[in-house]
Every structure is written in C-alpha cells, then in structure tokens.
C-alpha cells in the first residue's frame, strides 16, 4: 500500500509545511545583492504586504535565522538582567520562552497552565495580582502553543496586560500568523514574531518581527546593544537603506513576495476563513472515528490538532501513516511524547488535503483491529465543508 512514487508525499507536519510551486519558482529566480536597488524594492514590497498579517502598522523586519531567534530577539531587545518577566507557559513553547529569559539573567515567573488547555483571561489577571509590588517588565505569551494545539485568546490576555501593569506584551506567533486575524494596537501585543517555514508557506529559515508603537519605543531605547539580534539595527538599516544589517536569505525573501501574492489573491480573510474550516474538518472526522482530541471546542487551534488515542498507540498510528500513505504527521512533545499524534493543516492545505489524511487514517485504524468505518470521517468533514461552501 505505500506510496508507488516518490514526489507524493504528504507533509501534515506543524511545522516545517509544503510549499506552494510559484514559492518554489520565485525562489529559483536569479540572485541579487542585498545591497542593490532590486532587493531594497523587494524587502520594502514584503515587509509593507505583510502589515495585514501581522495586524501592525509598522514594516515587518526579516531575519535570517529559525523562529527561535526571534524569540530571543524579543527577550533581548526588551528585558535585561534582573528584570522581572511573566511567561505563560501552557506547552513547550511556553516553555522555550521561560527557559531563553532566564538564560538571559531575567527573573521569571512562569505561569504554568494544564497542557492541553488554554490560559483565560481570569488565570493571568489572578497570577499579575498574586505578584502585586513586582515591577513587571514584559509579559511572555504563545499564540498558538503547537505542542498541544491550542490557540490562546491573545486579544483578552493583551487587555488583561494593559489594565493591569506597565509591562510589554510580547508574543510567539510562530505557528499561527499566516492564519489567523490580529491587531497589534487593538490586541495590545508590542512584539509578535514568527518563522518562514509554518503558515507562511516557505521554506525554513527566516524569521519575522512586528512591532506596535509601544515595542518600537522599547527597541530604540534598548540600553544594551546586542549584535545578530539587535532590532535596532534592523529597523535603522531598513529605514536608511531599505535592506538588512547582514546578508539575508535573500531566495526566501523572493519566496516570501511570491507568498503575499498568494495571500492577496485568496483574501488575507479567506485566508482565515479557509483555516477555520480545515480545523473544523478535522475535527469532525476526527471524533466520528471515536478518536479523543486532546483540547475543547474553544481552545481549538486553525492551525494544528492534536488527537489522544486511547487503546491503540498514537506512535504506532504516526508510523503507519507514513509507511503506507507517505503521510508525515507529527508526535507529542515531553509530557504529551508518546500520547498524542498531531497533524499540522496551515499554510499551503486545502480541505482536499484534510480529506486525504482522514481516509488514511480510517484504513489505518482498520488495518489496527478496529471495525472498519471506511468513509466515515470523510463523509463528516464533506458535511462541514459543503457547509462552507
Ligand atoms: C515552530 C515553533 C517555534 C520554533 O521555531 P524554530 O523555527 O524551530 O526555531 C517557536 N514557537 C512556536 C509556537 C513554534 O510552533
């Protein structure tokens, strides 16, 4: 049953995703320097078109470097030795940015949330006053935690930031923008960074930062200079020059002007609109073949879903999805390895790829000893997507 040839693979990974063929064409185009006139119209082009995906006013800055990167770049343009720091820490992504500020000498106080679950409004607003007479910094949050599959209500948790403290909101977008609506002034986020390779449909190896009013106030004023990571280089450097401090990735950034192409012609809200609906699919397919979701209704991400199997081993489901389908999903992360299986749907993913993905896994289940419910899953998600429609 494995797949016969070898360019059908089928990537349902959160991270890296497939990339779409005019991606891969423009990034085939000829190179340019990064000190020329060609690439100050092409990083001016993309860092302006991206505004709308980021929600902010302000020109997107690239790095070349994976997402991670630009978490540490939020945590060093903004919180310095001793600088006391909240970061909500609701999976390992939560937790990577705990780890990167107390690497960096900040005094941490992590608000630990249920893996699996999503921190309320109520939860943060509790722990800011539980810390009452502490100067708060910045405030750490995931946007979507892809370790669980939960997108956070960052609209609520930046209004909660701004009525209760002074601090800067600063956020890991990395596996949701590219899917999902935000504004930066009206959210209240100061910082939002993301990576090329997730719903942006590129290849790895960039990394996005977007800032409002307040975060570029904070970049600019930043007492210690870093070096790679110094925003205040990227922001000068674009605003003299129209380029970047160091020579860029520059075949992604052509990449990444083929993708707002790609966005404009969809709608930046089809665009959102097409990832509820893949959630949606998911998840209705999903619970007809009586598979557990690891999160609720509420807390579910567009972007990626993670399934709790019970009786039946979520690595076992994982392997033979890709030995006989070439499907590549992907496995739980620390607490959750072992239990969960996850399948990304962001980016460059129609409700036709969901549908294949769902088939597989109804062979699959029956290749486990299930009673076959071949059609089962499909025939659901057809019903949401006709729905759509
Ligand atoms: C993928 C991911 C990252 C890490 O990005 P890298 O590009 O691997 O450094 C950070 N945060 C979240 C939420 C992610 O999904």
């Not at 790679?228 to 401090?245: C, G, I, N």
Request: aromatic share 6%; with cysteine.
């Amino acid at each position: 049953m494995s797949s016969l040839f070898l360019d059908q693979t089928y990537l349902f990974t959160p991270g890296p995703t497939p990339i779409p063929n005019q991606v891969n064409a423009a990034m085939a185009r000829p190179m340019i320097g990064h000190r020329s006139p060609d690439f100050s119209v092409l990083i001016e082009d993309v860092a302006t078109r991206l505004q709308p995906v980021f929600g902010t006013k302000h020109p997107v800055m690239i790095l070349t470097s994976s997402g991670t990167s630009a978490l540490e770049a939020a945590v060093v343009n903004t919180v310095h030795e001793g600088d006391h720091a909240i970061v909500i820490v609701a999976g390992s992504f939560g937790d990577r940015l705990a780890t990167i500020a107390e690497n960096y000498g900040a005094t941490v106080h992590r608000l630990n949330i249920e893996w699996g679950k999503s921190c309320s409004p109520e939860q943060l607003e509790a722990f800011i006053d539980s810390l009452a007479g502490t100067p708060i910094k910045a405030v750490f949050g995931t946007f979507n935690e892809t370790s669980t599959g939960v997108l956070n209500p960052i609209h609520a948790l930046g209004k909660v930031v701004k009525e209760k403290t002074d601090a800067l909101f600063l956020v890991d977008g990395v596996s949701c923008i590219g899917a999902v609506p935000v504004d930066m002034e009206k959210d209240n986020i100061d910082l939002l960074v993301t990576s090329s390779q997730k719903a942006l449909m590129l290849p790895p190896g960039l990394a996005f930062v977007a800032f409002s009013d307040k975060g570029l106030k904070a970049i600019r004023e930043c007492p210690e200079r870093r070096f790679y990571l110094d925003l205040k280089r990227y922001v000068d450097t674009y605003e003299k020059q129209k380029s970047t401090p160091f020579t860029p990735a520059v075949s992604l950034i052509q990449g990444a002007q083929a993708v707002c192409d790609m966005i404009e012609e969809e709608g930046w809200v089809n665009v959102i609109k097409r990832h509820l609906l893949l959630r949606d699919m998911i998840r209705a397919g999903v619970r007809e073949l009586g598979l557990p979701l690891l999160t609720s209704e509420a807390d579910a991400s567009p972007t990626v879903t993670a399934v709790k199997p019970e009786g039946i081993s979520a690595p076992d489901i994982q392997k033979a999805l890709k030995k006989d389908f070439s499907i590549t999903i992907a496995g739980g992360q620390k607490d959750l390895k072992g239990k969960i299986f996850r399948i990304g749907h962001m980016g460059y993913c129609t409700p036709f790829d969901v549908l294949k993905v769902l088939s597989a896994l109804e062979l699959t289940l029956a290749k486990f000893g299930q009673t076959p419910r071949f059609g089962a899953a499909v025939k659901k998600a057809e019903e949401v997507w006709v729905q759509h429609v």
